[in-house]
């Protein structure tokens, strides 16, 4: 248990206990006891992470490099970023976008720029995602770092392909979703 609390002043609610229930190599799993602003005691099941970064990398011609890979959750594969957590001790996110963009496409970007930071699901995690744009993509060997790395897939689409696959279902990562429109939206780098 820890009564430390992480809730932000000022806004009436108080973290008062944590009571722990899994620690794992990845994730903590905890219970949060709280004390609302009428003071009213609740619980919530949070799981701690210690977040990820992605990168929606782009080659000279305008098309998005993803990955096909399993995703034991979903018990299938999906079409996404490169993405990973931020697992290594002291490394800042744009190490560790650089690296993921390595381990999985063998792709080195001359130009990694941040983009914008999601949290991909608020209700019961904190992981936030640091989202980056590479450009001046140069290919080397991938580095794969795990077995589903190992057995991943590049694949690359046009804007119009991206939107193919997004209408007709397939596409259902939203980290992956989002870094693509909000890289139009924003005209970023001259989009």
Known sequence: MSSESTTPAGTGFEQVDETVRYQGRMVRMSTLHFRG?????????????????????????????????????????TLELPAGVRDKHGEDAAAAAARELAEETGYVAATLVPMVSVHTAPGFTNEEVSIFVGTGLRQEAPEADGIEEQHMSVVELSPAEFDEVVASGEMTDAKTILAVYQYRCEGFLGA
């Open 37 to 77: 602003p009428d003071g009213e005691e609740f619980e919530r099941d949070f799981v701690h992470h210690p977040g990820a970064v992605a990168v929606l990398p782009i080659t000279d011609d305008g098309s998005y490099v993803l990955v096909r890979q399993y995703r034991t959750p979903l018990g299938r594969e």
